[in-house]
C-alpha cells in the first residue's frame, strides 16, 4: 500500500505534535509520513510550493485559527494551484464547517481529534499517483554476430547510423550492426548523442569540429569526429541546430 504524505499547519506546537502522534498510531492501519509543518497559513502556503515532487503532500490538515492567514484563506489559495493537496480542517470551532465544504475540503474534524475519526477522513484521500522514474540508458549495446553476443560499450561509440534495417555503431576500433531503431536511441540517449542528418546521430563529446565542403553551389557541412578519418555529412535542414548546439566550435555557414 502506497504511503500518504501529509503536511500539518498549526499555530499550537502540542497540537501539531498529536496529529504526529495520532499519524502513528494509525500507520499500521494506513501507512503515512508527515513531509512538513508549518505554524501559520503563510509559511504552511511556502513549505508546500517548496516540497519536491517526491515528497509532494497528498492531504494537509489545516488549523482554521492561526495568525496573518488563517486556514480558510490557506485553503482558498491552495485551491488556485493545478496540483493542490487534499484538505482536512482541524479545529475547535464548528461554525467554519459550511465554509470548508464549499472550499470542497475531504472533512472537518472537531479537537480534540480522535485516532478513529482521522483515519476515517484520512482514508477518503487516496496518494496520488507518483511519477515513474526515468528508466537508466544502458552502459553497453549488444550485436549479434555469429552466433555470439558483443557488447559495446557506449563510451567507445562514435556514431550510430541507420542503414536499411539495421544501426551500425562506430567505435574507433570497427562497426558493429545492432537490431535496434535509430528513433528508440536517440530517445534513450538524448543527453549522449546529437542528430545530425535524418539518419545519423553524433556523440556529443567526440566532435572535434566541422568542415565545409565544395560540391556545388552551397556545399555541405561534415562533422570531424576524434579518432577517425571519416567525415560525417550534416543535413541542411539540422545544419542550424547543430550549429547552434556546437557553437564554440561550429564555424561560418
Known sequence: ?????????????PA??????????????LPNRVVGEAATGQEALERLNALPADDAADVALVDIRMPGMDGVELAARLARL?????LVF???YDQYAVKAFELQAADYLMKPVRAARLLEALRRVPPRARP??????????????R???????????????AELKYVTA????REYLLDESLAALEQEYAQRFVRVHRNCLVARDAVLGFEHVRDGAEGHWTVVLKGLDERLPVSRRQWAQVRAEFAEVARGG
Request: charged content about 25%; aromatic content about 2%.
Open 90 to 92: 482541524c479545529t475547535a
Open 16 to 29: 501539531r505534535q498529536r496529529l504526529r502522534a495520532l499519524l502513528s498510531d494509525i500507520a499500521p492501519e
Open 82 to 86: 493545478p496540483d493542490a493537496p487534499a
Open 1 to 13: 500500500m502506497s504511503e500518504l504524505r501529509v503536511f500539518i499547519a498549526d499555530d499550537e506546537a
Open 170 to 173: 562506430r567505435t574507433a576500433a
Open 147 to 161: 552466433g555470439r553476443i558483443l557488447l559495446v560499450p557506449v563510451a567507445d561509440v562514435l556514431f550510430l547510423r
Open 132 to 145: 515513474l522514474a526515468a528508466p537508466a540508458s544502458r552502459s553497453q549495446l549488444s550485436c549479434n554476430e
